[in-house]
């Protein structure tokens, strides 16, 4: 959402428009490619308004807008959403969206540590030029056995992210493994500070090692999480065992990736009735009967070096060879995120690949080392002089046009201009896809099928910025108005560039080295995305992004959604126990409440026979008594006889 933060908030105000009144209200409102101010305006009848004012309840919403109306103004203003356009915040199309962005706003505010109900985890990123450490937060588990845990990053007191990063990386600790501990400790110390004390014991630690350890050999790698396991719980009452710290692959850190980008955009919840974007699902596993959830999102992301590739295959996959079924089980992945194994409906079949070298600025780099080698070969074999001197230099279809540089390697230089020729500079970069053939991806990979009629796909890195900081037209991306705008720009004069440039016409991310790298990362993107991919031309569901909901997405917070998927099963199990003691308590209420009516007869009936038999004994001996009387008067009759 895009917003001057000198903006002030107006009242509503009416305006008398003959017999009726015209009411303007400012509003927060989603347009094509962000959330902005608006204004909504309603023509009402005066006489309606006049009836209106008499009714009683305007008086107290009044007064409670007035109540309210200073809490809101010291609010802060909502974050922008513009990497989103075209609405995906959330996954209802319709209603979701609105929701799903005050959910958003609503974890912006600080973390309330104060509230004991809270669960807390701490994931540690160990990459190649540093460190850093994520505190995420999570609320109980709601007891239903097919809903994933709520984890959010959790927000200091000034409401920022409870992130802390330190240079360099791990690896470089491969000489010393044994102050691998002690270079943790300001990570681990500002996390400790920041989750309640009495939390600790509870909380459990991640320490997840990339790209810097992964070219370490095996015994370094070692030593050094061996420091780690031995000293950490020494000085920090984490939950934290040997099993915590590890040095992932580039595998697992592509579906973490995954799974984080789609538990923020909301694709593990239910699907709705009658929602659109939903596929059928086969698990593979003893049930076979297809499953209709929500649809996830494939992620393209192309970096500096690498680039990678992730994307659910819902459907089973058919190989053609045996040789392609075992090629293709390196990058296949076959995991369940729910708490239970019995449960499928979070089964998850993920193919996702990294291909190094193939980013943006190792490209150009092997793009240009290829046009050196290529020129001095030829000016060997012909006798040539292009590209020795400014006044013959080589013409390179990938720059801007009329933009002269020197490529110098190993002691060579190569002088060349500018040609601004985009189709042209697709034609020559298509041979660093290295593609033996029609069917295999990039470098003749494996690539699973991609149902392009039902798929949605999200580009991060160059893709958002190839088509945004100078091309301004990031978000939903179209292949035509992307060529038209990357052919353009290649077209125009050096000189113009750096006018726009200079007139702060582009991105304010956008300098001088993107201004001459533009024109092939652009070609290099398309190239990638259409021939290496293929990925069709009118494909229609692409977004490109860098933030998701204003905040960069971490693979971190992925990897806490896959480490703790079983925690729930604690809360579970409570809830079982709880609601099997209460039925116990409730028929053992009915029971006693029947007992103690049994007792209370057999305690009646046993007063009643008591009494009855009382009865009965002082009849007999009345009758006893008068039999005497009668004796005793005969006896008494035949004296006096």
Known sequence: MEMNSNRKIKCPTTDIVKDHRKISISLLKPTDSAWTYGKAQLLLPAACLLALQRVAVLPGLRAATEALLPNLLRLPPPPPLRPLPDGPLGANPRGGRVNK?????????????????????????????????????????????????????????????????????????????????????????????????????????????????RLLPESQQAAILEDLVTDVPVEFDFLFSSSHAEVISGKQEGVYAWIGINFVLGRFDHAEEGEEAVVEVTTGGQNQHPISRRRTVGIIDMGGASLQIAYEVPSAITFTSPEQEEAAKSLLAEFNLGCDVEHTQHVYRVYVTTFLGFGGNMARQRYEDDLVNSTL????????????????????????????????RDSRAVFVRGQGDWPRCREVVRPLLGQPNGTASLRGVYQAPINFGNSEFYGFSEFYYCTEDVLRIGGQYDSIKYSKAAMDYCATKWTTLKQRLDSKLFSSQADLSRLKSQCFKSAWMYEVLHSGFRFPQDYPSLKTAQLVYDKEVQWTLGAMLFKTRFMPLRDLQQEAFRQSHSSWLRASFVYNHYLFFACILVVLLAILLYILRLRRIHQREQRQAEALDLLWAEEGEALIA
């Not at 609503?106 to 505190?135: H, K, P, Q, W």
């Not at 990386?169 to 004390?197: E, M, N, R, V, W």
């Open 377 to 408: 070969s030829k000016n060997r074999l012909t006798g040539d002089l292009t590209g020795m001197g400014e006044a013959t230099p080589l013409l390179d279809p990938c720059l801007p046009l009329g933009l002269s540089e020197t490529l110098e």
């Open 101 to 213: 962005y005050l959910s958003i706003v609503e974890n912006m505010e600080a973390t309330d540590v104060a509230n004991t109900a809270l669960n807390y985890g701490i994931v540690v990123d160990c990459g190649s030029s540093g460190s850093r450490v994520f505190v995420y937060y999570w609320p109980p588990h709601n007891g239903n056995p097919h809903t994933l845990l709520d984890i959010r990053q959790m927000r200091a007191q000034d409401r920022t992210p409870v992130v802390k990063k330190i240079k360099p990386g791990i690896s470089t600790l491969a000489l010393t493994p044994d102050k691998a501990s002690d270079y943790l400790q300001p990570l681990l110390s500002f996390a400790a500070a920041h989750i309640p004390k009495r939390k600790h014991k509870e909380t459990p630690l991640y320490i997840l090692c990339t790209a810097g350890m």
